[in-house]
């Protein structure tokens, strides 16, 4: 991979097994549970997460069709439309890997290629990753928080040594 592919690649993989810990423990219940009104649950946040990361690579770097797997888009899903854990996961690591692959697959140059976004306007093709790495991470914090607000909730808080290293004090 090319530098900026591999920034991008460390990117999406570095809190993948955080956010998969706080999945993994759940049961189809807690992942459709709603922490509130106009929220939205974790297999809801982790769809979105596989669907990003897949459909705007596709409709702004690559120009494939768009694809849902599920034969619905996420935003319009009723919570009956809801895969289960084990296929959200699946359609999850899937992604993945194509996202891997087409990270691999590109030169440098084609960082640097200018892209037309409906929302942000002009970008480059680099512009398009740091947001799905960005997406990732924004959603990803949105299932620890709703993992660990859930009413007898199978997800521990983690702690890291950092924080016992007296390290971060003035």
Not at 2 to 28: C, H
């Amino acid at each position: 991979m090319t530098p900026y592919a591999q920034a991008i690649w460390s990117g999406l993989e570095f809190r993948k097994s955080m956010m998969l810990r706080n999945v993994e423990p759940l049961d189809e219940q807690q992942m459709r549970w709603l922490p509130g009104p106009q929220r939205k649950p974790i297999a809801w946040q982790l769809w979105h997460i596989a669907e990003v990361e897949d459909n705007w690579v596709r409709s702004m770097v690559t120009d494939e069709p768009l694809r849902f797997p599920f034969d619905v888009q996420v935003r319009a899903a009723g919570e009956d439309d809801y895969p289960t854990k084990q296929h959200l996961l699946d359609y999850f690591h899937e992604v993945r890997e194509i996202s891997k692959g087409r990270l691999a697959s590109a030169g440098e140059s084609e960082f640097a290629r200018q892209v037309e976004d409906p929302d942000f306007g002009t970008c480059t093709v680099l512009d398009i990753w740091a947001g799905v790495v960005t997406s990732f991470a924004w959603h990803s914090g949105q299932i620890a928080l709703t993992a660990k607000l859930l009413p007898d909730t199978p997800v521990t808080t983690m702690t890291f040594d950092y924080w016992k290293a007296d390290k971060w004090h003035p």
